[in-house]
């Protein structure tokens, strides 16, 4: 019974402890409320909705009726036209849209051609049918998950077209896959991975970094040195940067050798998307350090902001399939902007200017934080 007692004196103990931190009990009901929220409400792999663009050479009534009905599938909504295939090609490598719709100005014959092979009639020498595509998609396959919704496109029923006929062996649309034509998913998972190692480690390692020091017993002694908090708040991320630097080499080296990612941008544009990301995210880790008490209220932070950055970045779900509420999240996250930024300069050999909007985000961002945190910093001198 004396034994009894005491471990409900010490589960009491525990439950008042953690009463009183409040920041530790609002993680205990925000992590699987989070979590709840995110995959039940956000986490969508039926994609719908992705932004797409069209070359239409025809410039006639049967290309508008395709493009309507297309439209209407509702998978791709067409945000750009274009007048060359060159811009079009462009636009994909830019990021401005995932797939363009080209049709060709020959729509009219294919059409005719198609009734003609739904009918059995020869069509040139020797009998043979010639059932051509209606068009032709060019898709980003850097992003497996978008290819295959786009793909699923290339049989779609386009009857009402030739007045109820239909080559059912004929593909309606014919597909080119981009940057990753075997849908390897390595080649889109390793630049992604990029992007979550670094979140993880660089926000967990600045996040503990005032901390530590108030932990240690040294907060009172750089309080007293001529050091001002923005110099402090420098001189905590430079040498994480450099950390940065040796991960990502890893991380695409190995890459590239043992799962064959290919690296078609140039290094010099790697490295500097990284520093861009690694400065957000070690700003973002100190903004968590001067509102943390202990270095697992730190840690748990960490983990509050690991997981959107998971889960709504675009890294294992589509950004298009998430309703505009979890996209609008996603846009605050830095995550967000250096998986588009890395994986268009790796994959598609893109450079910072053509993604220059995330890249603006991020130094915004770096800007923005460091002020935060030094403020926070110097408000609790006071």
Do not use: C
């Amino acid at each position: 019974m004396n034994s009894l007692s005491r471990i409900s004196a010490i589960a009491f103990k525990e439950f008042r402890q953690l009463s009183r931190d409040r920041l530790t009990f609002g993680m205990v009901v925000m992590i699987p409320l989070i979590q709840l929220l995110l995959f039940g409400y956000a986490i969508n792999t039926n994609v719908r909705h992705i932004p797409a663009g069209i070359f239409d050479e025809a410039q006639s009534a049967l290309s508008r009726r395709i493009t309507q009905a297309v439209s209407a599938t509702q998978v791709v909504d067409f945000v750009l036209a274009y007048d060359s295939i060159e811009a079009a090609e462009q636009s994909i490598t830019d990021g401005k849209v995932r797939a363009v719709l080209i049709l060709p100005r020959d729509l009219d014959q294919r059409l005719a051609q198609r009734e003609l092979a739904s009918r059995g009639t020869s069509t040139g020498a020797g009998g043979d049918l010639d059932p051509r595509a209606y068009g032709q998609w060019l898709v980003d396959g850097s992003d497996t998950i978008v290819a295959s919704t786009i793909k699923g496109l290339r049989s779609m029923p386009l009857t009402e077209l030739s007045r109820g006929t239909a080559l059912p062996t004929a593909p309606t649309f014919e597909v080119a896959l981009y940057f990753n034509p075997e849908q390897r998913t390595a080649v889109n998972i390793v630049p992604g991975l990029l992007a979550i190692i670094l979140t993880m480690t660089m926000i967990l390692f600045t996040s503990t970094a005032i901390v530590r020091e108030r932990e240690r017993g040294n907060l009172e002694l750089l309080i007293t040195t001529p050091v001002h908090s923005l110099e402090l708040m420098l001189g905590k991320i430079i040498p994480y940067i450099l950390i940065g630097l040796i991960q990502m080499s890893i991380i695409l080296g190995l890459g590239h050798i043992v799962f064959n990612v290919p690296i078609n941008g140039d290094i010099g544009q790697i490295v500097l998307a990284t520093m861009l990301f690694i400065a957000a995210s070690l700003t973002l880790g100190l903004i968590l350090s001067t509102i943390a008490q202990t270095q697992l209220q730190a840690m748990q932070m960490t983990v509050f902001i690991l997981l959107p950055s998971i889960l709504l970045s675009g890294f294992m779900f589509p950004y298009e399939g998430m309703p505009r509420a979890a996209q609008w999240v996603a846009e605050v996250l830095p995550t967000t902007h250096f998986l588009r930024i890395i994986r268009g300069v790796v994959l598609r050999g893109a450079s910072i200017g053509n993604v220059a909007d995330d890249a603006l985000f991020l130094i915004g961002f770096t800007v923005i934080g460091l002020l935060v945190a030094t403020l926070k910093f110097r408000k609790r001198l006071d």
